[in-house]
């Protein structure tokens, strides 16, 4: 039986965005959002084509885009999602998003063992289709290393943030002038006069005497909710996101507009923001004090549940407009827009007011999939408003189509483990002959890039514990992106050496084999020794005293192996008396000359034996010396565990002889004489 373990599978990963646009021979720097992403699940077909990008990425995936606000987009971010089958690296550094055979800088939002999501930034002619891909598949592929979007920041919940050298956003602790202090977004400010400096531009949100403007959240019940306290901030290739507890800021690349979803109400102070409008509206002069509702001057603009597409107020003196739109909010709320037209001059943009009720049901339950955008203009009109509305309103679809494997190569990617932990190896390769094709040392993983189709062999080796052990070779053809595991399994193997009494035996030297392999221990107290055993077949011999007492062959097969082995190890017990059965003094020897072994003892009065403890039972030659003599005897300490011997004086001895040897002559003579006599008969 072998002793590793072998398993395979597939992989995929993620990217970024951006957006301009030159409308009347003016550049206009265009905007976007995070878009719905049709995702396509189709089982992998063969690439035909001969436009691969790059042969070391195993699989890709065509993205068709398609512009759908009539205006052409530059840089422009779009979110993409995709499924994958394990085809991806673990944390998506093999991802490439190529366009036009370039590749695009992305950031990956999600990945997980299904689906990767990515933006990244492309361009657009109006309502057309365009193609990108989404390479993935390539395991020894680099972390891609895309510059950052531009940030300078101050940090706190009193801060602010200059974002692509083109967004100001600034957040305080404060009131909005009438209400509890708060976290505020109280300062907006784009880089109208293009020398990448932002704080020299007007704030967008305007404050009155003590009145202070900011866009946060409102309940009447409760007053103000704000932002909630400053967490932290995200930097992208792609984006920044200033992340408070209860909303989050984001500002694209390249674009000037904040994209959100709970910082749904801007409520400000200004007489200089002379007029407002919305989509499909007639522009109005809010100051004028016309057109205006009893009690405190306001002009209610807009109050529906129905999308105007846009909101503005227009500052006539400067040119400044300030605006928004909101998509999919919440479906208790309404599109508000209101004015008052003297006192404190506020300037409302509401999305989370309720019809029949002042205040929304929570603080913060936009849904999910809302968008707030809150942009700016210099234009003195509404018409590049209207533009970036648009592309709001009507963002680009995105079809994902069916994974494509490249015809040409593939990966096969090896992975060695100890008990499912990685560990150094080496690791060869062979051609469906048997020809080694390539060996690298001292790798837990190791990716071959190999023609597609072919079948090959692939052996894993590691030095451990001073032995090498080697794996199987495995068979694999190459169909798609493939990853191998081979997995050295080790038991812990402990045996325990016990005598034919179930005592155990300390100290005794244990030999652990296994084919080229050998190892030694020694039992404990318990009679027990431990071995880390390579998943197999081991013999295990025991000597107790130099003599092997007992042979066995155990198969490692799990994590732990405990086995008890009876040695051939017992007590021998010698007994020496008289002719009338009494003990006398006497030195035992056993003796073995095959293993040059001996073993001594001497038997005291009034004890009557001598025990050997413990021996190997094996032939001996027993010699017993006392005071009559010395005799020897073979005997079988296997088959016997005791022996009795009587002893008898020298005297004695030669009287028994003398008699024995004159009855013997009698007995002959007598004998003699009555042959001699029947002879003379005859």
């Not at 993983?445 to 030095?463: D, E, K, M």
Request: aromatic residues 12%.
């Amino acid at each position: 039986m072998e002793n590793f373990k072998l398993t395979g599978n597939n992989m995929i990963k993620k990217s970024g965005e951006d957006m301009k646009r030159i409308v009347s021979g003016i550049m206009l720097i265009l905007l976007l959002v995070s878009l719905s992403t049709l995702v396509s699940n189709i089982k992998p077909v063969m690439s035909m084509e001969n436009n691969w990008w790059n042969s070391n990425w195993m699989y890709r995936r065509q993205v068709t885009i398609t512009e759908n606000s009539g205006y052409s987009l530059t840089n422009f971010p779009v979110e993409v999602s995709f499924i994958h089958d394990g085809h991806v690296q673990t944390d998506g550094r093999d991802i490439r998003v190529i366009d036009n055979n370039s590749e695009i800088p992305y950031y990956m939002t999600e990945l997980n063992n299904t689906v990767a999501t990515l933006i990244f930034e492309i361009n657009a002619t109006a309502s057309s289709t365009k193609t990108v891909y989404i390479y993935y598949g390539n395991p020894t592929a680099p972390l891609p290393n895309y510059p950052l979007v531009p940030l300078t920041i101050s940090e706190g919940n009193t801060g602010y943030a200059i974002i692509d050298n083109s967004v100001y956003i600034g957040w305080n602790y404060t009131s909005w002038g009438w209400s509890n202090p708060v976290e505020l977004w109280d300062d907006f400010r784009i880089d109208f006069n293009k020398n990448n400096n932002p704080t020299d531009d007007n704030n967008l949100i305007r404050d009155y005497g003590s009145r202070h403007g900011g866009i946060g959240r409102h309940r009447i019940d409760i007053e103000a909710i704000g932002l909630g306290e400053y967490q932290s901030y995200v930097r992208t290739p792609v984006y920044v996101d200033i992340i408070f507890a209860d909303a989050k800021l984001r500002v694209y690349k390249n674009h000037p507009w904040i994209e959100t979803t709970q910082a749904d109400l801007l409520i400000m102070f200004s007489p200089s923001y002379t007029h407002a409008n919305y989509g499909g509206g007639t522009e109005q002069n809010i100051i004028d004090g016309l057109n205006t509702t009893d009690p405190g001057l306001w002009t209610r603009l807009y109050y529906s549940k129905i999308n105007p597409g846009w909101m503005a107020f227009r500052d006539s003196s400067t040119g400044n407009v300030f605006a928004s739109t909101g998509l999919r909010i919440g479906g208790d709320y309404y599109y508000g827009q209101g004015a008052k037209e003297a006192n404190d001059w506020d300037r409302v943009i509401d999305y989370s007011g309720r019809i029949g009720i002042s205040y929304p049901l929570d603080p913060y339950d936009q849904p999910p999939d809302c968008r707030i955008y809150w942009y700016g203009d210099n234009s003195n009109d509404y018409s590049r408003i209207e533009i970036m509305a648009q592309i709001f309103n009507n963002h680009p679809s995105v079809v994902v189509g069916v994974e494509e494997t490249s015809s040409m190569l593939c990966w096969l990617s090896l992975n060695t483990f100890k008990n499912d932990l990685p560990i150094v190896a080496n690791i060869t390769l062979f051609d469906e002959n048997g020809t080694i094709m390539e060996t690298v040392y001292n790798v837990s993983t190791y990716n071959f890039l190999l023609p597609y189709g072919r079948p090959y062999h692939v052996q894993a080796s590691i030095f451990y514990n001073e032995f090498t052990y080697t794996s199987e070779r495995i068979r694999v053809t190459l169909t798609n992106y493939t990853t191998l595991a081979i997995n050295f399994l080790f038991g812990n193997l402990t045996v325990s050496c016990l005598d034919i009494l179930n005592r155990p035996l300390q100290n005794c030297t244990v030999i652990f084999t296994r084919q080229n392999e050998k190892r030694i221990g020694y039992t404990d107290g318990l009679g027990s020794t431990s071995l880390e055993a390579y998943y197999g077949n081991w013999t295990v011999r025991a000597y107790w005293m130099g003599v092997l007492v007992v042979e066995a062959n155990i198969d490692v097969n799990q994590s732990e192996i405990d086995r008890s082995i009876s040695c051939k190890v017992g007590d021998f017990t010698v007994i020496v008396f008289d002719q009338y059965g009494h003990p006398i003094e006497a030195n035992v020897t056993l003796r073995n000359e095959i293993y040059d072994l001996t073993l001594s003892g001497y038997i005291r009065k009034p004890l009557e034996n001598m025990t050997f403890t413990q021996i190997p039972l094996i032939d001996y030659n027993l010699t017993i010396k006392d005071d009559f003599g010395t005799q020897t005897y073979l005997v079988n300490a296997e088959q016997t565990n005791q022996i009795r011997i009587e002893t008898i004086p020298l005297a004695q001895k030669i009287i028994y002889v003398i008699v024995g040897a004159v009855a013997g002559i009698v007995i002959g003579s007598i004998g003699v004489w009555i042959v001699t006599k029947r002879k003379r008969k005859q």
